[in-house]
């Protein structure tokens, strides 16, 4: 049992130890990134989690080892399991640390650090397209989530603003504050929901089936409200995702597929955790019905903007953010890169990473883009812990550049930064342009309804993308 509740800090392990890493450009651009450590410390006082940790739970940045190069490690050992293997064992969670029945991939394909171009070719690779189907729709399936979050914007800000009336219905309703802190501590007494919240907050991941059966429990047995659920989970997770977190979540209540919820069923549960819990204690506790929390029209489908376009031997100033560490992939040739920024955080109008475990991995990664986008393109990268319009355009202008180049970000809070900054640029002389990779472009317009007609869509995407 952890002891710190809703409202108190998260554990943090491993967060001093990640500041301690890079250079942090905050109000001011300032020098290159540096071998040794030169610090600005943007971190809170230093929190030792250690006496809350479990033993048996890896912490976060050693069960997440931050980088490109751990994400692609991660890779290469796990592509031999994914064909036949995870498609029978992959429903399977066998407990903190057990987890080689899936690939634990999310934290680096949700910032790119690793994309799913890479991840698709690597498995077809080794198994063909049949073997490993169950894999790569799983894969898909976040891009799926992007492509229905892009057309329909408004569910993210709906679910912002649901969140914060339900933290205010929260502080005025003194029943509703202490089941939700139990629930946020891990004190509910039913023993695997109280597991998960302490897997969670201690190494800040979930398999896929605990993530369905917590949301399921949140909702349906302990009646708490779905978004304050969501929030909870973007606050811990280190993979947390504006899209595949949100609208799961939504798919769990009722809302997304309209009228289906998602039922944590006490057998299904001890059937896919390894005899740990039992059954029949279960089934006195779980609800034994999930009925739609609501019944909501879907919302309208918006047209995507169009991505803008750069010319050729324009000079610019890349700016990378946390959406697309790799994103540099995405720039059109021809550009005159004179200068690279990594901003670690969003805009202060849409604060950004949601918790301190994605903050410490997102920081630390950070860092090792920089260097590789510097690498890549010849200049030398600067990192800023934020999306800062003044930091960015007295950068672009010591360097001459009268653009900045970023890659596309999804519906989200770097998205929602990246429109303020353009806000705040207005008048400046220097202009934000969007690039979007061609996997997105290709996959969004897509997911116009469910998955299944999206899923029919896969081969012709691996033909654009010459993965066939
Ligand atoms: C309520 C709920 C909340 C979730 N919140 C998030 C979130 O904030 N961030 C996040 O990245 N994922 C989220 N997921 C999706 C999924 O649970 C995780 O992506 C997956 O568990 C990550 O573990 P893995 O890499 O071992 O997955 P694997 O089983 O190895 O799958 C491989 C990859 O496929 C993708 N993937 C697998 N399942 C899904 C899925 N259901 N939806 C979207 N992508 C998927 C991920 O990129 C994953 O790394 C959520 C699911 C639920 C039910």
């Known amino acids: 049992m952890l002891a710190n509740g809703p409202g108190h800090p998260s554990p943090a392990s491993g967060l001093q130890q990640a500041f301690d890493l890079v250079q942090v450009v905050k109000s001011t651009v300032g020098g290159r990134i540096s071998a040794a450590p030169s610090v600005t410390r943007c971190s809170p006082a230093r929190r030792s989690v250690s006496a809350m940790t479990p033993e048996s739970h890896p912490q976060p940045l050693d069960l997440f080892p931050p980088g490109r190069e751990a994400g692609l490690e991660r890779l290469a050992d796990f592509v031999p399991r994914s064909g036949r293997k995870y498609a029978s064992q992959r429903n399977a969670d066998p407990g903190p640390g057990r987890k080689d029945n899936v690939s634990q991939l999310s934290p680096y394909i949700r910032h ?28 898909l399936w976040r891009t799926y989530w992007k492509g229905w979050l892009q057309m329909r914007p408004q569910v993210w800000h709906d679910f912002l603003d649901e969140r914060d009336r339900n933290r205010e219905d929260v502080q005025a309703n003194g029943g509703l504050s202490t089941a939700w802190n139990d629930a946020e501590a891990g004190r509910t007494g039913i023993a695997c929901f109280d597991d998960w919240v302490e897997e969670l907050r201690a190494t800040g991941y979930l398999h896929n089936h605990a993530r369905m059966w917590f949301a399921s429990i949140w909702i349906f047995t302990l009646k708490l409200p779905w978004a304050l659920g969501a929030d909870f989970f973007l606050r811990h997770l280190v993979d947390a995702d504006p899209a595949s977190n949100t609208l799961s979540w939504r798919w769990v209540a009722g809302i997304q597929t309209r009228g289906k919820t998602y039922q944590a069923r006490a057998s299904n549960i001890a059937k896919y955790t390894d005899g740990r819990y039992d059954a029949d204690t279960l089934g006195r506790q779980l609800a034994n019905d999930a009925p739609p929390i609501r019944d909501e029209p879907p919302p309208e489908r918006q047209p995507i903007a169009p991505a803008d376009t750069v010319e050729s031997g324009t000079r610019a100033l890349v700016l990378l953010h946390g959406d697309d560490l790799r994103g540099f992939e995405a720039l059109p040739h021809g550009l005159d890169v004179a200068g690279v920024v990594v901003a670690i955080g969003g805009h202060e109008s849409a604060p950004w990473p949601f918790g301190d475990k994605a903050r410490a991995f997102i920081m630390a990664s950070a860092e090792s883009a920089a260097e590789q986008v510097g690498e890549a393109l010849d200049t030398p990268a600067i990192l800023a812990d934020a999306i800062d319009a003044d930091v960015l355009a007295e950068r672009a202008r010591v360097i001459d550049a009268a653009c900045i180049v970023t890659p596309d970000a999804p519906v989200g809070p770097i998205d929602d930064g990246l429109q303020a900054l353009a806000r705040a640029l207005t008048g400046s002389g220097v202009h934000l342009k ?23 869509k896969i081969p012709e995407l691996f033909d654009q993308a010459g993965l066939t």
């Open 434 to 456: 969007r690039v979007r990779r061609a996997w997105d472009a290709n996959a969004w317009p897509h997911a116009t309804k469910g998955f299944f007609p999206f899923k029919k």
């Open 112 to 139: 790119r650090l690793v994309t799913e171009h890479e991840v698709v070719e690597q498995v077809l690779g080794e198994f063909a397209p049949s073997t490993a189907e169950k894999y790569i729709q799983e894969v």
